[in-house]
Nanobody
Framework: QVHFVESGGGSVEAGGSLTLSCVAS????????IGWHRQEPGKERERIVR????????FYIDSVKDRFTASEDKAKGIFYLQINNLKPEDTGMYYC?????????????WGQGTQVTVSS
């Protein structure tokens, strides 16, 4: 069974930085892609990053493109989301997700999330 566990969230002031971690376990092969998602208070969860493990450029939504950087430590099986210049609107629960598909970037396994709170 595939599992994801996120960590690294916290409360920071606007302009600060955080690095979120996502530990993937249960895979017998490298996942095709990992998605980072954010759920802001009162809103639906949205996908903000698609990170492919084949080396292609990650996909970022426009609102995070210049401030978020997704990466992977292949040896450890840990995925990271570096967030710089945090803004109050970045507040929300952050999730990583993946699947056992090797041809589609879809998400049916989810972590429990890690909370990010940004104060102005």
């Amino acid at each position: 069974q595939v599992h994801f566990v996120e960590s690294g969230g916290g409360s920071v002031e606007a302009g600060g930085s955080l690095t979120l971690s996502c530990v993937a376990s249960g895979y017998t092969y490298r996942p095709y892609c990992i998605g980072w998602h954010r759920q802001e208070p009162g809103k639906e969860r949205e996908r903000i990053v698609r990170f492919y493990t084949d080396g292609r450029d990650p996909f970022y939504i426009d609102s995070v493109k210049d401030r978020f950087t997704a990466s992977e430590d292949k040896a450890k099986g840990i995925f990271y989301l570096q967030i710089n210049n945090l803004k109050p609107e970045d507040t929300g629960m952050y999730y990583c997700a993946g699947s056992d598909r090797t041809d589609l970037c879809v998400f049916n396994y989810w972590g429990q999330g890690t909370q990010v709170t940004v104060s102005s």
